[in-house]
């Protein structure tokens, strides 16, 4: 683990952070950098880690947009599907990159991962039920106020 991966779970446990959280080496620089001690262990709750291999596909264009992610490592690459089959890679997202965001009810681009990844899952309903609540319901925690990347 390098000097930078110790000295930032170091930080996160002396903030009072819980696991996964508290292991994260790009907490400070991800969507969830704003989040206090109580709001990170109402996300705890509501998110999955997941582990995807190279190669494989976290969401096809036009699926439907049930979840958002933060990546935690690897690398992802988004594209849409053109008329005659090809790919045109429209981005590469990397560790403390939120993907999948959208207002819309599918996916406007897939993403595939580029080497071994792993993920935060957020289920979309419910972080939006969260965000409703006391406990997320502060300006910086505002998922609807994050860029589209539809």
Not at 73 to 100: C, E, N, Q, S
Not at 142 to 147: A, E, H, V
Request: aromatic share 8%; with cysteine.
């Amino acid at each position: 683990m390098s000097w930078f991966a110790v000295e930032t779970q170091e930080r996160n446990v002396k903030a009072g952070l819980v696991r996964p959280c508290s292991d994260c080496t790009v907490r400070e620089f991800s969507v969830c950098a704003p989040l206090d001690p109580v709001e990170q262990v109402r996300v705890t709750q509501i998110m999955s880690q997941v582990e995807v291999a190279d190669g494989s596909t976290i969401f096809g264009e036009s699926d439907s947009a049930d979840h958002v992610f933060n990546i935690t490592t690897g690398a992802v690459k988004v594209y849409k599907l053109m008329p005659d089959g090809r790919r045109a890679i429209t981005g590469f997202l990397f560790p403390g990159d939120f993907l999948g965001l959208t207002h819309r009810e599918s996916y406007a681009y897939s993403a595939e991962a580029i080497s071994p990844t792993k993920l935060c899952k957020f289920s979309r309903a419910k972080l939006e039920k969260d965000r409703k609540s006391t406990c997320l319901n502060s300006s910086h925690t505002d998922i609807s106020r994050m860029p589209s990347s539809a």
